[in-house]
């Protein structure tokens, strides 16, 4: 088992910043790959980015790429998305994911734990 609990959400003007974190619990988080996946109102639950179990391989949805990271630091138990040049439409939900299978992948049903979220809400 693997308890996420993501933190680092808030209100920014757009353009601004924000560094969302998902800190795990558990002894075996390095072999997890992590995801981080936002829903907005009405809206299903969209990938955003994926991180392999080492760290060392990476994908992104197209519309944040260049603007947001992903990273993971094992000896943390923590994966990060620092996001940049924010928009109104990155407003959401955020949650972090847990694939115990290593995939990565950016379809949400291939991973096992999820966060309870942290909202995002970028104001023009």
């Known amino acids: 088992q693997v308890q996420l609990v993501e933190s680092g959400g808030g209100l920014v003007q757009a353009g601004g910043s924000l560094r969302l974190s998902c800190a795990a619990s558990?002894?075996?988080?390095?072999?997890?790959?992590m995801g981080w996946f936002r829903q907005a109102p009405g809206k299903e639950r969209e990938f955003v980015a994926a991180i392999s179990r080492s760290g060392t391989r990476t994908y992104y949805t197209n519309s944040v790429k260049g603007r947001f990271t992903i990273s993971k630091d094992n000896a943390k138990n923590t994966v990060f998305l620092e996001m940049n040049m924010l928009k109104p439409e990155d407003t959401a939900v955020y949650y972090c994911g847990a694939d115990k299978w290593g995939r990565g992948s950016g379809a949400a049903g291939e991973y096992d734990y999820w966060g309870q979220g942290t909202q995002v809400t970028v104001s023009s």
């Open positions: 558990g002894r075996t988080f390095s072999s997890y790959a």
